[in-house]
């Protein structure tokens, strides 16, 4: 029997969930093969949002995807345990309670902050590179708003007031641009005058975003003046104190709260590693991401330390990295296992984007030769977008949905590049009498229309009758025969037109494109060469009948509502391409659409059906695993 083959994945982060969930599914039929990611923590936070959790825009869950979700009837067992040491000669992970063997290896630890060596800054700063950070600094700021409300010294009220983000890279931009929104909020909330609070970002750099065109770095400069940011560059930081961060020339600023977001290096593991490293404890690889030291060794993510071939530096630090090297170290693993040809490491990267609080962003995007820039709505949209497409690879729709919900729907004080037109919310008990009438509109339809369908199950009503085509005709002569029959078809029909004209007025226009379909699926679906009705015709009747009584009970009782509202729209929207719509239909299908949310939540069924479907749902096998449920 072939011995198994173990691949160990060491860190939660971008890169090693990217590349486990890619070696399970290319080992998914392979019983010779395990793969197992370890981290010390239960879940993969989303580095990229931190500062949206730090500055109150989102709540702390929405950073954070629990890893067993996202392995869930994956061929990746998940080991919660801290590795302390790794032994490359014999193939093994050490922690203090535990040791596991590999005989691949993939380092995906990621980064944190570095200090340069300066006074202060581990111990009086604080950091933005975890969930942790992100929790424990949301509540740093508002203690201080806390303790300035009651402050009657100047100084130290000032000190409380004032916040400083050191660094003016991605991180600190998009930290400091979401305390400059929230602060509004800030000083509603603790009765503090807007002029008081104070907001810099410093950097020794002479410009902030340094790798951005002139044109974006001027726009963002901007938004963070107009947000009340002061922008110092040119500054070095020489030192950190319990309430003073103090720059080069002898300047100081006094605060009791300092950010720190100028840099970042390896993790401490990765600086134990008895392995050639490079650029802040970056481990050099091949072109393979095979470790220069060990073939068995793979790194993907910030860890990564390649110069592709006509580059002159090293790969970036950055998500699409991680995206790219955790498909390449797949690839190659499998290859080197199946005995195939490895691929070496091409990136072509696509730009970057920032935020600037939660309504404006800038970003210089394209391909490598083709970049272009965006800022503002555009620029937003291009974030959103790719942070769903990440989330639908890490966690499929559940990920996604709970993000639009959190960006665009949860949104406080408008914070969120739509605006609050989609976070504002009224009590679902308002819909209460529209849903019952909706509802016994469709029944009273459905219930008058039913002794027919009983009575003479062959008639056919609901379905415009076909219109007799002449040159279809066997012989002039039968056309002149059929004649006076026609005339008089055609003078009932329009006696029933008239009278339905009368009654309901006259039905709404169709555009000349929609008949078209509609008369090409009537001929095909309903009618027969002859003239008459198919027999699907008849079914399609018969289910329109029992689908208004049906949709008008559920929304009467309030049960399944939004998919009763879905059908009801469903059928308006028949009825009115069919072209026998009256006027009275547009109240139907608006009625419809304002139905389609949750009405059924209060005095209704739903309230209590629903709960018991969700937690029947979700413990399905295949649900789970591809992520089709919201929690």
Known sequence: MEEKKRIVVLGGGYGGVLTAKKLAKKFKKDENVEIALIDKKPYHTMLTELHEVAAGRVPEDSIRIDLKKIFTKRKVDVVLDEIAEIDFKNKLLKSNNSSYKYDYLVIGTGSKPTTFGIPGVEEYTHKLWSYEDAVNLRE???????????????????????????????????????????????????????????????????????????????????????????????????????????????????????????????????????????????????????????????????????????????????????????????????????????????????????????????????????????????????????????????????????????????????????????????????????????????????????????????????????????????????ATNTAVQATSAASAAASKAAEAASQWGTALPVPEFIQKIVKWSMNTFFYTGDGGFTTLAHIFQTCMVIGEILVGLCLIVGLFTALASIISIAMGTMIWASGMAPSEMLWYLSAGIALIGGSGSTFGLDYYVLPVLKNWWKNIGFVRKLYLYVD
């Open 140 to 478: 740093h700021i508002l203690n201080m708003f806390r303790m300035a409300a009651k402050e009657n010294n100047k100084v130290k009220r000032q000190k409380l007031l004032t916040f400083v983000v050191v660094g003016a890279g991605f991180t600190g931009v998009e930290m400091i641009g979401e305390l400059g929104e929230w602060k509004d909020r800030l000083c509603k909330d603790f009765y503090i005058d807007k002029n008081e609070v104070k907001l810099y970002i410093v950097d020794a750099l002479p410009k902030i975003l340094p790798i951005f065109p002139d044109k974006l770095i001027k726009k963002a400069e901007k938004r963070l003046k107009k947000l009340g940011v002061d922008i110092i560059t040119g500054a070095a930081i020489t030192e950190v104190t319990k309430d003073a961060v103090k720059l080069s020339e002898n300047r100081a600023i006094e605060s009791n709260t300092v950010i720190w977001a100028a840099g970042i290096e390896g993790s401490d593991i990765v600086g134990k590693m008895g392995i050639e490293q490079k650029g802040r404890k970056r481990i050099v690889t091949n072109d393979k991401l095979q470790s220069v030291d060990f073939e068995n060794v793979y790194v993907v993510g910030d860890n990564i330390f390649y110069i592709p071939e006509g580059e002159e530096k090293p790969v970036p630090q950055m998500v699409e990295n991680a995206e790219h090297s955790a498909d390449l170290v797949a690839h190659n693993i499998y290859a080197d296992i199946k005995g195939n040809h490895k691929k070496s490491y091409k990136p072509k990267f696509h730009g970057a984007m920032v935020c600037i609080g939660g309504r404006y962003g800038v970003a210089h995007i394209g391909t490598p030769n083709n970049f272009f820039m965006l800022s503002g709505f555009f620029a937003m949209f291009v974030k959103h977008f790719i942070n769903i497409v990440y989330f639908f690879q890490v966690a499929g729709f559940n990920k996604c949905w709970s993000y639009m919900l959190h960006e665009f729907f949860h949104v406080k004080d408008k914070r969120s590049f739509v605006g609050g037109h989609f976070a504002k919310s009224s009590p679902n008990f308002w819909l209460v009498v529209l849903r019952v009438f909706v509802g016994y509109k469709w029944l009273e339809e459905g219930l008058n229309k039913l002794p027919k369908i009983i009575n003479d199950p062959g008639k056919i009503f609901l379905i415009p009758a076909p219109v007799a085509d002449a040159s279809s005709a066997a012989s002039v002569q039968a």
